[in-house]
Nanobody, 115 residues
Framework: QVQLVESGGGSVQAGGSLRLSCAASGDTIIFNCMGWFRQRPGKAREAVARAYASGITIYADSGEGRFTISRDHAKNTLQLQMNSLKPEDTAMYYC?????????WGQGTQVTVSS
């Protein structure tokens, strides 16, 4: 069993910053992929950023230049630094991990950005 627990969500004004964290526990390995996804109201879940064990990071266009993903392989943790937040970033943010970043999911942490 693998558990992913997110933290760091909250409410901020537009232009503000938040840092999301995800901790993996249980029967953990070094996941090939750990990533952040989000689901905005009325929208499908979408990838925000992914970090691979190789060191490659991939960002969605929406977060490019504003979001930074980082992971600690030894601690099996994942962070997402979000700057210059916009109201359209309001969503439930999920941590995911696995071979293709979709095997395991956290419960999510809410991010609300007000204008």
């Amino acid at each position: 069993q693998v558990q992913l627990v997110e933290s760091g969500g909250g409410s901020v004004q537009a232009g503000g910053s938040l840092r999301l964290s995800c901790a993996a526990s249980g029967d953990t390995i070094i996941f090939n992929c750990m990533g952040w996804f989000r689901q905005r109201p009325g929208k499908a879940r979408e990838a925000v950023a992914r970090a691979y064990a190789s060191g490659i990071t991939i960002y969605a266009d929406s977060g490019e230049g504003r979001f930074t993903i980082s992971r600690d392989h030894a601690k099996n943790t994942l962070q997402l630094q979000m700057n210059s937040l916009k109201p359209e970033d309001t969503a439930m943010y999920y941590c995911a991990a696995g071979g293709t970043c979709s095997n395991y999911w956290g419960q999510g942490t809410q991010v609300t950005v007000s204008s």
